[in-house]
C-alpha cells in the first residue's frame, strides 16, 4: 500500500511562512490534494492538483511537488489559520484513495 | 447550494450492523464520483469506499472490504453505506464526500459527518 508521511506538529512564527511536508515515494508523479480541518468542522480543500486554489481560498495559500516530496505553503500565516492540514493522493495501482497522518499547525 | 446530509449512526455492539445515508442536493448528483470517508476520534482521516459515476465501478479501504457495501440511487439523491460485523476499530466520524467532476481524485464538499459508536 501506498504511505503518506506527514510531522505530526508545525509551528510557526504569526506572519511567518509555514511549509508542511508530505512524503510518498516518487509523489512528484502524483497530484497532491491538501485539507484544512479545524476542530469539530468537516476538512476543507485548500489545494487541488498540486498547486490549484479552489475559489475563495486565500492567495496566501501554495504548493509544490517534485521528487518524493509535496509541499503545502502557507505565507503571512494568520491565527484562522491553525487546524489540522491533511495531504491526499489517488493510488492508481489499487485505485484507493489515500490520506497523510495530517499536521497539526500550530501559530505562536 | 451545495449540500451534503449524513444520517444513520449512532451506537452499536460489535457484530452489529448500520446502514447511513447520505441526502445530496444543491448539483446534479448522477454526475459525481461519491466517497466514504471516516475520522476515528482524536485521529486523522482515513478513506472508506468510492463509487464511480459512469461506470458503476466502486472501491473499499482494505480495512472494510466483506463487510462494507457503498451503494447510490441516483433517483432519490442518495449515497448509502451498509455496515456490517462492526468492529471497535470501526468507530469513527463518517462523511459522505464529493469529487468535483469525473476523473478527479480530490474531494470538494464534504457532509457534516455522523458518528458511529462500536462498543459493548
Known amino acids: 500500500s501506498y504511505v503518506l508521511a506527514q510531522p505530526r506538529s508545525v509551528s510557526v512564527i504569526l506572519g511567518e511562512t509555514a511549509r508542511i511536508s508530505c512524503g510518498g515515494d516518487?509523489?512528484?508523479?502524483?497530484?497532491v490534494h491538501w485539507y484544512q480541518q479545524k476542530p469539530g468542522q468537516a476538512p476543507n480543500l485548500v489545494i487541488y492538483?498540486?498547486?490549484n486554489r479552489p475559489s475563495g481560498i486565500p492567495e496566501r495559500f501554495s504548493g509544490s511537488n517534485s521528487g518524493n516530496t509535496a509541499t503545502l505553503i502557507i505565507s503571512r500565516v494568520e491565527v484562522g489559520d491553525e487546524a489540522d492540514y491533511y495531504c491526499?493522493?489517488?493510488?492508481?495501482?489499487?485505485?484507493?484513495?489515500?490520506f497523510g497522518g495530517g499536521t497539526r499547525l500550530t501559530v505562536l | 447550494e451545495v449540500q451534503l446530509v449524513e444520517s444513520g449512526g449512532g451506537s452499536v455492539q460489535p457484530g452489529g450492523s448500520l446502514r447511513l445515508s447520505c441526502a445530496a442536493s444543491?448539483?446534479?448528483?448522477?454526475?459525481?464520483?461519491m466517497n466514504w470517508v471516516r475520522q476515528a476520534p482524536g485521529k486523522g482521516l482515513e478513506w472508506v469506499s468510492s463509487?464511480?459515476?459512469?461506470?458503476?465501478?466502486?472501491y473499499y479501504a482494505d480495512s472494510v472490504k466483506g463487510r462494507f457495501t457503498i451503494s447510490r440511487d441516483n433517483t432519490k439523491n442518495s449515497l448509502y453505506l451498509q455496515m456490517n460485523n462492526l468492529r471497535p476499530e470501526d468507530t469513527a466520524v463518517y462523511y459522505c464526500?464529493?469529487?468535483?467532476?469525473?476523473?478527479?481524485?480530490?474531494?470538494?464538499?464534504w457532509g457534516q459527518g455522523t458518528l458511529v459508536t462500536v462498543s459493548s
Open positions: 464526500a464529493r469529487d468535483p467532476y469525473i476523473g478527479s481524485y480530490e474531494i470538494d464538499y
Open positions: 444543491g448539483f446534479t448528483f448522477s454526475r459525481h464520483d
Open positions: 463509487i464511480i459515476s459512469s461506470t458503476g465501478n466502486i
Open positions: 516518487n509523489i512528484g508523479a502524483r497530484s
Open positions: 492538483s498540486d498547486t
Open positions: 491526499q493522493v489517488w493510488h492508481g495501482d489499487s485505485d484507493h484513495r489515500v
